[in-house]
């Protein structure tokens, strides 16, 4: 059985920095495109970042409203994917999660989402 499992999130000033983890069990993350999306409340879903699967290069890509702020990274002995976060602001304020991504696009896989991992963010 393929479980995802985000932590690392809470309550944080606004521009300080949070850094959240997702462990995956029963599939690995290196052979897998994966991303980070979030859900504020009364919004939908939407991607945050993306990080390639392992190979030579590692190829990473953000939303806009993260670029220059928040790193998606992985380490694959621990089978587990970081988004690091800093110069957080109130909108940043979600529920983050991680997922696997279908093939090249920003969509996530179905049947994969964890519990997520709730980021608040005081102004």
């Known amino acids: 059985q393929v479980q995802l499992t985000e932590s690392g999130g809470g309550l944080v000033q606004a521009g300080g920095s949070l850094r959240l983890s997702c462990a995956a069990s029963?599939?690995?993350?290196?052979?897998?495109?994966m991303g980070w999306f979030r859900q504020a409340p009364g919004k939908e879903r939407e991607f945050v970042a993306r990080i390639s699967r392992s190979g030579v290069n590692t190829y990473t890509y953000y939303a806009d409203s993260v670029r220059g702020r928040f790193t998606i990274s992985r380490d694959n002995a621990k089978n587990t994917v970081y988004l690091q976060m800093n110069s957080l602001n109130p909108e940043d304020t979600a529920v983050y999660y991680c997922n696997f991504l279908a093939g090249s696009t920003l969509q996530a896989e179905s049947g994969y989402w964890g519990q997520g991992t709730q980021v608040t963010v005081s102004s």
């Open positions: 029963g599939r690995s993350l290196s052979t897998s495109n």
